[in-house]
């Protein structure tokens, strides 16, 4: 029995298992390099114990860096950008004034939460529009 084609194919199962485990890609990626080595020692025999562990280690970091520049980069976009982004959520929304806007700041209520708004001096009431998201404050201006 040769333990270098065996223990390559081990490694190679246990990248593919820990990435099962802890997806984050690069143990995918490593396992298909240890593939790669097990598949050159099954098919040309004598192969130096430091060679294949340089050759693992090399076409360990090509593949992640293939993983990076092609596979990460065409990820498929969120038909819902702003879901976890509350106050993104709120852009373009006409809601009145809980609170007078004074000194450039006020407050306003989407749903059961109160809100600081950031805009002109304006009465309670009045309509506003949100135009845009400062962290968790939000922009108005008056609505017509």
Known sequence: MRWDVVGWAAIALLLFAAETLAPGAFML???FAAV???LAVLFVPGI??????????VLSFVSIQ???TWFRQR???SDHPNLNKRAAQHVGRVVPLDQ???AGRGRIKIGDAFWVVEGP???AGVPVRVVETDGVVLR?????
Request: aromatic fraction near 12%; proline fraction near 6%; charged fraction near 15%.
């Open 121 to 123: 001096d304006l009465e």
């Open 48 to 57: 130096p114990l430091l060679a294949q562990i340089g050759a693992f280690v």
């Open 66 to 68: 293939v993983y990076r």
């Open 75 to 77: 990820a498929r976009q």
């Open 36 to 38: 790669a080595v097990f």
């Open 29 to 31: 990626w490593m396992g």
């Open 100 to 102: 007078p806007i004074v």
């Open 140 to 144: 108005v201006e008056a609505s017509a």
